[in-house]
């Protein structure tokens, strides 16, 4: 292997597990969930700490050679969160909002989900700061091969399998698989999942995130005693998860009111034309001046007078600020991250159902896990199988995770942190501490 980690280091332990530790971004609000579920479960502060740091991560540059002859130096990161339940796990993120800080909590989160799911995986995540609109699709592909190769001892179908996440997709995954062949000399499909299905991807894996979104939104509005077709959504976000969450939400008879992008809102009270908003995002690339809808403010969208909001863009929209206003009676994280635990702690006490990210967007490892199996199988599955066995985990886990809550009086997410923590550190007790 000739791939050269510029920086590589030993995680930085968290710090002491502190109660009164104010959340500042998404590796504090991480944190202090773990804190939250760590007291619940009576965890020793050593295995708080350790469940707290991840257990590898490096930092890799990335010159780039731009289509114009100038040369470009971009920074990646690869965390492993946690493998004591098998390889680490999680997606790769181009943004340029990438930084360390956001990885770790994103590992961690990954971990969690991974454990909740009863997925055999740890969490893990990957992040390049670079805005992959301001870069060619060849620009995109050496960015690409560059940062595998220089996480290449990292990787691996038993060690850590990177997916698409923000910015990245199955173009993304095929160059990561092939550049990861070619140095091992034989094709390997089980290094990435997110593939494209004619490169060994999984039937349903592109739409996965969504349905398992819109499965459990149906749950938790049912939950509520709010049928499909008597209730509105709104949906921030109209990527890889708000759009398909909408287009389902709309087929199972939501009336789906306002769906935002980065670059604004559009709000329909009677009712939005998903199959008509999808043809003018394909041909215009935003949501914004969709015809027959009102423009609204992005960040107003997420305090409309709707049944259910699904936050299905980034980290930290729901906050301290703007919870008091959030009117959603039932709130389904699309996004990982969306709520800040003061957003959390605010929206429990106006009596909102907040069904957080590690369950309610998991339908995308699900599936990765899927394509996993079936890749190592060499034996595919179809698209009635794939959609009927991430149902069933889905709903499963919506009902295991309800029962913890009710049963122990908590929120959702501290249920299903709790049950994910309690399945990690189990298993970092079995295996014990070596040497
Ligand atoms: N990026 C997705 C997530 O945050 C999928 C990860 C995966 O499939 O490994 O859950």
Redesign the pocket.
């Known amino acids: 292997m000739t791939a050269t980690l510029t920086e590589t280091s030993a995680p930085a332990p968290a710090p002491a597990p502190s109660a009164a530790a104010a959340p500042a971004g998404p590796l504090d609000d991480a944190r202090s969930q773990l804190a939250e579920a760590a007291q619940v479960l009576g965890l020793s502060d050593g295995m708080q700490r350790m469940l707290a740091t991840p257990r590898r991560e490096v930092t890799v540059s990335i010159p780039l050679r731009r289509d114009d002859g100038s040369q470009d130096l971009l920074i990646g990161h690869r965390v492993q969160h946690n493998f004591s339940r098998g390889p680490a796990?999680?997606?790769?993120?181009y943004s340029p909002h990438v930084d360390l800080d956001e990885v770790r909590a994103?590992a961690m989160?990954?971990t969690w989900?991974?454990a909740l799911l009863d997925v055999p995986?740890g969490g893990?995540?990957g992040g390049v700061r670079i805005d992959p609109r301001a870069y060619s699709t060849a620009e995109l592909e050496r960015v690409t091969r560059r940062f595998t190769s220089e996480i290449l001892p990292l990787i691996g179908p038993e060690r850590d399998?990177?997916?698409?996440?923000?910015g990245t997709d199955e173009n993304t995954m095929a160059w990561m698989m092939d550049t990861y062949s070619v140095n091992h000399g034989h094709t390997v499909l089980g290094v990435v999942?997110?593939k494209p299905v004619a490169l060994g991807g999984s039937l349903g894996?592109a739409s996965s995130?969504s349905r398992g979104v819109v499965d459990v939104a149906l749950a938790a509005l049912e939950s509520r005693g709010l049928a499909p077709d008597s209730t509105t959504a709104a949906v921030q976000g109209f990527g890889k998860v708000g759009r398909g969450a909408a287009r389902f939400l709309a087929e199972a008879g939501v009336r789906v009111t306002a769906v935002s992008d980065q670059y604004g809102a559009v709000v329909g009270t009677s009712g939005l034309d998903v199959d008509a908003l999808e043809a003018h995002v394909d041909a215009t690339g935003t949501v914004v001046g969709f015809d027959g809808a009102d423009e609204i403010d992005g960040a107003a969208l997420l305090e409309l007078d709707v049944d259910l909001l699904v936050p299905a863009a980034v980290e930290g929209v729901l906050t301290a600020e703007n919870a008091p206003r959030v009117r959603a009676r039932v709130v389904v994280e699309g996004a990982?991250g969306p709520t800040t635990p003061e957003a959390d702690a605010i929206l429990a006490d106006a009596g909102a159902l907040v069904v957080p990210?590690i369950l309610a967007?998991?339908g995308?490892?699900?599936?990765?896990?899927f394509e996993w199996v079936q890749a190592n199988q060499a034996y595919w599955w179809t698209l009635p199988e794939v959609e009927a066995r991430l149902r069933e985990r889905m709903l499963g886990a919506w009902t295991a995770v309800r029962e913890y809550a009710t049963s122990r009086d908590l929120s959702l997410r501290t249920a299903a942190t709790a049950m994910a923590v309690e399945r990690v550190a189990t298993a970092h007790r079995l295996r014990g501490l070596y040497p």
């Open positions: 796990k999680g997606g790769i993120r994103l989160w990954m989900k991974c995986y893990a995540k399998i990177p997916a698409p996440d923000i999942t997110g894996r995130t990982n990210d967007n998991a995308g490892v699900v599936v990765s896990y």
